[in-house]
């Protein structure tokens, strides 16, 4: 691995000797590598140029989110070691190196915290809603306009849908025939796919700078306290719906199955979850949300498990070429899960219309 590497790990000032990179975390996009000196550990990863078309702007909206990020948790009195990324520039002064073996950034390993992949209780999902709520407050100021379109319509449902009948169109790895159903489900919902981002051309839904790729798995907690410390995987910080940020967390945490579990009837949308998030999320967002937002935050949660589910199924049918897969189903399997939490959330719409009016 090193030796393959040698020009990567030469380019950064590392601190004291380095002695081995081994694969880490269980993220679907970067490649991601724990790399240790003698004296520190990194996280090296390769950017899935791909999927970000822009390194560079990338990671000038990176450095330029967490420097600012340093400050205002210094100014709360905070640790901005510990409770945002330290990225680290190349030895010629380069936010990260670009080179045959492809684009490379990295940032200090926060050996003290851990990210969870599954709440072990309420508590861990509550502190994660803290933690992005709180992220979203501290970047409320930032200039907006300063920041790269990393993925441009991340979020535009009705894009992904458009998305998804394209990859219908061309069957490209010829499994069509095998998702009927599936593809039924989510012509059904096109109408109702619409919701979100006709309200934002209405001007009922704000637009925030938001972090916009919000799993349990993308904060790091402290495991001794719990505590939700440092947001993580800054690559989608762009403006967005807080709505957004809310949604896919939910989607991901209040699941009580994993993303990719096969048998289904272990996969249920759990309102105990979801109660523990919206009071994380809504005290570390301090207030800030308009009445219409509050509202919407179900619609949200439906809205982002309905379009990761769909944005699965054109992956599968497109032949795996977005997201990591494991084995030829692995797209397949995780659109199951959407799909199944997306009824769960059709029928218990009321309910978590009730959770969040108690908040
Ligand atoms: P991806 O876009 O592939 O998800 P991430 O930046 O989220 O890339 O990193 C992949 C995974 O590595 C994360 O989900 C997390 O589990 C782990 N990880 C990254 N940085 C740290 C860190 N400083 N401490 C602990 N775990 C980390
Ligand atoms: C990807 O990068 P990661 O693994 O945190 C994806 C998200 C999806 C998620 C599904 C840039 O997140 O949008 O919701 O997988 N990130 C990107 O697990 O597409
Ligand atoms: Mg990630």
Redesign the pocket.
Known sequence: MLEKLRNVVAAFEFDGNVQEAKP???????D?LLLSTDKSQY?L?KM?TAVFKDPQGLMENVFGVTEYLRKEIAAQGGDPALET?TFIKTKDGRLFYDGPEGAWRS?????T???L?ACRSPKDFYESGKAFGRFQALLGDYPAETLHETIPHFHNTPDRMRQLKEAIEKNAAGRLDSVREEVEFALAREESAKIVMDLAAEGVLPLRVTHN?T?L??V?LDPETGAGT?V??L?TVMPGMAIFDFGDSIRFGASTAAEDEKDLSKVTMDLELFDAYTKGFLEGCNNVLTPAERDLLPTGAWMMTFECGIRFLADYLNGDTYFKTAYPQHNLVRCHTQFKLVKEMEEKQDQMQAIVAKY
Request: glycine content about 6%.
């Open positions: 880490f975390g269980s993220g679907h996009i970067n991601t996280i990863q899935n990324l940032y200090r390993f926060q050996n915290l851990m990210a992949n790729d799993k798995n993308n790091l440092c993580i995987d690559d």
